[in-house]
């Protein structure tokens, strides 16, 4: 059994519960807590997005809403006046030239306005289940190159470092795992290795008492 999977194994059983942490129903609300995730925790997506998804349902609604309008939903989070402006730019592609669905490539996806690559992939694996590589955000970065599974700090560079290191049958939840572990304990910017479930396989454990 290859290291990574080793680990993933026992962050598995560590963290059983992992999983995509937006809330959303449809492709479309995926794409739109996504693109409203950039650089905000969560937990503030889902509360914003509780009342936008009640009233905003499919692209065309969106196509029809002012910034304003969505900034009565969407305020709290960073950026809300060029993400709502990206949302209703994206829906208007979307009803132009997909029928109104979000589609199902990274190329059509990054070619709408607010969607990288990395977004791209979190709709992807978590809207449609195709899985096209490792979802790399800010936690993925950080535990990633403690655990020695990458030296780069471009973000795709470490997508492929992963890709290539973990089988594909775990690329889904090795960012929910990573994610979960980022945030109880494997923190920014000082671990807690004393509390690590997977410190006997890190070559930065310890790396606490050294800050
Ligand atoms: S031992 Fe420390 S640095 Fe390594 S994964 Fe655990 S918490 Fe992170």
């Not at 492709?27 to 998804?53: G, P």
């Not at 471009?154 to 994610?179: G, H, R, S």
């Amino acid at each position: 059994m290859n290291g990574p999977l080793v680990i993933l194994k026992l962050l598995k059983k560590t963290y059983p519960n992992a999983k995509y942490y937006l809330d959303f129903k449809t492709s479309l609300d995926l794409m739109v807590a996504a693109i409203l995730s950039a650089q905000v925790r969560d937990e503030v997506v889902n509360e914003c997005t509780k009342e936008l998804f009640n009233h905003y349902k499919t692209a065309s609604d969106y196509t029809k809403a002012s910034v304003d309008d969505l900034l009565k939903y969407v305020s709290k989070v960073t950026f809300a006046g060029n993400k709502a402006k990206n949302i209703i730019a994206a829906c208007k592609l979307l009803v132009e030239k997909h029928n109104g669905k979000v589609p199902k490539t990274i190329d059509e996806l990054i070619d709408l306005p607010g969607i990288g690559r990395k977004t791209a992939i979190v709709i992807l694996t978590n809207a449609f289940n195709i899985v096209d590589g490792v979802v790399v955000d800010t936690h993925v970065i950080r535990t990633s190159y403690r655990l020695g599974w990458t030296k780069n700090s471009n973000p795709e560079k470490i997508e492929n470092d992963l890709n290539a290191l973990i089988p594909k049958d775990w690329w889904k939840q090795t960012q929910w795992l990573l994610k979960a572990h980022g945030r109880a304990v494997c923190r920014a910017p000082v671990p807690v290795c004393s509390s690590c479930a997977i410190a006997n396989f890190c070559p930065k454990a310890g790396v606490e008492k050294s800050n």
